[in-house]
């Protein structure tokens, strides 16, 4: 069976709880794509990738799954990955309400 993109990686939005997450949680559903930019101007993070819904910030890849994204990013294949939000949760803690997976597409 034919598979568009691969699931690669599943975790939930780091910072979720201190960005603009809470104002596009009711926008939110499985299977919403989200944005990824990657910030390496970032003062905490040199590999930081944030992750927005339309224009709004979510929160980023947490740092200890970012390299890949970053580093393929970095020499210009940001185009391999999307993201997509598994599951949403308004009633758990703020930094564990939106679990998102990250996907490597079919570029054959």
């Not at 910030?39 to 709004?56: I, M, Q, S």
């Not at 210009?76 to 939000?85: I, K, L, Y």
Request: aromatic content about 12%.
């Amino acid at each position: 069976m034919y598979e568009p993109s691969r699931h690669i990686a599943t975790y939930h939005i780091a910072g979720f709880q201190h960005w603009d997450g809470a104002l596009a949680l009711g926008n939110l559903k499985p299977g919403t794509r989200l944005d990824m930019a990657p910030e390496p101007d970032n003062p905490f993070d040199p590999e930081a990738v944030a992750l927005f819904h339309e224009k709004t910030k979510l929160g980023y890849i947490p740092a200890a799954e970012n390299s890949l994204v970053s580093t393929l990013s970095f020499y210009g294949h940001a185009d391999a990955f999307e993201m997509r939000v598994l599951q949403v949760d308004a009633e758990a803690a703020p930094w564990r309400q939106v679990r998102v997976g990250l996907y490597v597409r079919d570029a054959r």
